[in-house]
């Protein structure tokens, strides 16, 4: 049983299906639809030969490069860049659960043994997943990266070849800020404005028009917003992952986001997603204890593993002043592609850490070095 239709539990349902047919699988989606309204994306090196291959009928656009932009830097890095949305999620995931996927379902308690509803029903399981995104305890430092996506329909071709990861050209406002955007269709995009902030309430009003005076710039003239799409990632500073695990349900297994599964830094989750949904579609036994071991385990293994990760994030949070926080970026991007990939991957070597931290850091001396120490976050509420 699946509590939360979103990405993480999407592909588990979807590698269950595939490659244990056999298995009774339930999805539980408290709104209207699975998927909800999101895009999410990855890059080639994020998955192996095998994830990217039952991947590909989820994907709904790839392309071979990417570009970022800074007022002192313009680069193309090549490389893979893959994008679905919640629309290629559903759609898959449509015709291998029929009616095991129940829409207009919330859940009021979940626990290893089953689900009571917000109706009052209750549901049995012999494993039951909870996949329904961050809990409310607090368990970690964090500043946010927050962004309002508008996908566009234009009245023209925007000759865009490539997706813009960043632009960074554009006014620095409240923290490091940038325009993301998806060419996904010859005179269609999707376009973000993305701000790396230190709290995570949004000024919708000044986001839309920093995308309409984006758009004007490049000389696009918009003839409909075709959706909308929001959200507020947690950028962890520090963190304590068993506080985590503490707050939660005893004996429930988690997954995605909701275990912290996710890259400290660039917020992306997708690849543990695939990552988590591969492993437990492949055990032997499926049981709400044993698959709760393992999360707990590859939780516990990612964070401990993300900590270099949080070290960049307090320097770009803590010593770096919020107007010159792209300054923190665009040194990254100057860096060899091999490298950046890895970064992505959430997996540096050694030597790639040593080479990120060399030289002169585009922040004050003494705010890096006050970031480098990691603070021990308690439990708590939120």
Not at 67 to 87: C, K, M, N, Q, W
Not at 349 to 354: C, I, V
Not at 359 to 367: K, M, Q, S
Request: charged fraction near 25%; proline fraction near 7%.
């Amino acid at each position: 049983m699946l509590v939360g239709g979103g990405l993480a539990n999407g592909l588990v349902a979807w590698r269950l299906r595939t490659l244990r047919p056999e298995l009774r699988v339930l999805l539980l989606e408290r709104e209207a639809r699975v998927g909800g309204s999101h895009t999410w994306s990855f890059h080639t090196g994020d998955l192996d030969a095998a994830q990217r291959g039952w991947m590909e009928p989820l994907v709904q656009r790839s392309w071979p490069c990417y570009d970022v932009r800074f007022p002192s830097l313009v680069r193309r890095i090549a490389g893979g860049y893959h994008s679905l949305t919640s629309e290629s999620l559903a759609q898959a995931l449509a015709p291998v659960l029929g009616e095991a996927a129940l829409v207009g379902c919330g859940a009021r308690e979940v626990r290893p043994d089953g689900v009571t509803l917000e109706d009052g029903r209750t549901i049995e399981g012999r494993c039951v997943i909870d996949g329904r995104g961050f809990p409310a305890a607090r368990f970690m430092n964090a500043a946010f990266q927050k962004f309002l996506g508008l996908e566009l329909e234009l009245a023209s071709d925007h000759g865009l070849e490539a997706p813009v990861l960043m632009d960074a050209t554009v006014p620095q406002e409240g923290g490091f800020r940038f325009i993301y955007v998806l060419p996904v269709g010859p005179r269609a995009a999707l376009v973000e404005d993305t701000r790396y902030a230190d709290d995570p309430t949004f000024d919708l009003p000044a986001m839309r028009e920093g995308i309409g005076a984006w758009t004007e710039s490049r000389g696009w003239t918009i003839a409909r917003v075709r959706r909308e799409e929001r959200g507020a990632l947690p950028i962890p500073l520090e963190g304590n992952i068993e506080a985590l695990w503490a707050a939660l349900p005893a004996g429930v297994p988690c997954a995605g986001v909701r275990a912290g599964l996710f890259h400290a830094t660039t917020g992306y989750s997708l690849p543990q997603a695939v990552r988590l949904a591969d492993r437990i579609a492949t055990r032997p036994a499926l049981d709400s204890a044993s698959v709760h071991a393992l999360v707990r385990r590859l939780s516990g293994e990612w964070w401990a593993g993300q900590g270099f990760f949080r070290l960049l994030n307090r320097m770009l949070f803590r010593a770096a002043e919020p107007g010159d926080r792209w300054k923190v970026l665009a040194r990254f991007y100057r860096l060899p592609e091999p490298l950046i990939h890895r970064f992505y991957a959430g997996r540096l070597t050694f030597l790639d850490r040593a080479r990120i931290l060399s030289g002169r850091p585009p922040v004050p001396l003494l705010g890096a070095a006050r970031a480098v120490r990691e603070r021990p976050v308690v439990a708590g509420p939120a």
